[in-house]
């Protein structure tokens, strides 16, 4: 078990892939070679939106299991389709893993591993439709 700096944490910090990095190899490794995406578009929310203060969602079943990037700067793509995923799991109860991989490889709007915006990959999957890891 590793120390931390809160003593009223109710969580366990442990040893994972990283942990041996010094903060200039993690940089080198995953932070590099971002370029903006085209088509930067804005999106505002509602600040008359009656919504909860806090919601946990890690046991609702609504969310797929945590997955890893490794080196390609793919974030956008991540987050892309685990918005679909939960989204349609509360829609229709169905929660699918979708591949992250088929935007990285096929949303031409976007960099792939050097980076992307979840708006562009949003258009793209309104034309192509998205596929399962299981595909």
Same mark, same amino acid.
């Given at each position: 078990?590793?120390?931390?700096?809160?003593?009223?944490?109710?969580?366990? &910090? @442990?040893?994972? +892939?990283?942990?041996? &990095?010094?903060?200039?190899?993690?940089?080198?490794?995953?932070?590099? !070679?971002?370029?903006?995406?085209? @088509?930067?578009?804005?999106?505002?929310?509602?600040?008359?939106?009656? *919504?909860? +203060?806090?919601?946990?969602?890690?046991?609702?079943?609504?969310?797929?299991?945590?997955?890893?990037?490794?080196?390609? !700067?793919?974030?956008?793509?991540?987050?892309?389709?685990?918005?679909?995923?939960?989204?349609?799991?509360?829609? @229709?109860?169905?929660?699918? *893993?979708?591949?992250?991989?088929?935007?990285?490889?096929?949303?031409?709007?976007?960099? !792939?591993?050097?980076?992307?915006?979840?708006?562009?990959?949003?258009?793209?999957?309104?034309?192509? @439709?998205?596929?399962?890891?299981?595909?």
């Amino acid at each position: 078990m590793v120390a931390h700096n809160n003593s009223g944490s109710t969580y366990t &910090l @442990g040893v994972t +892939s990283l942990a041996d &990095l010094s903060p200039e190899e993690f940089k080198s490794i995953y932070l590099g !070679g971002f370029k903006p995406a085209k @088509g930067l578009d804005t999106w505002r929310a509602n600040p008359s939106a009656d *919504v909860p +203060s806090a919601k946990d969602w890690r046991n609702t079943g609504t969310l797929t299991p945590v997955k890893n990037q490794g080196q390609c !700067g793919s974030c956008w793509a991540f987050s892309t389709m685990e918005c679909l995923e939960s989204r349609e799991q509360l829609k @229709g109860g169905k929660l699918t *893993v979708l591949s992250e991989q088929q935007l990285v490889d096929c949303d031409k709007v976007d960099h !792939g591993c050097q980076g992307g915006l979840m708006q562009n990959a949003f258009g793209y999957l309104q034309t192509a @439709g998205a596929i399962s890891e299981a595909d």
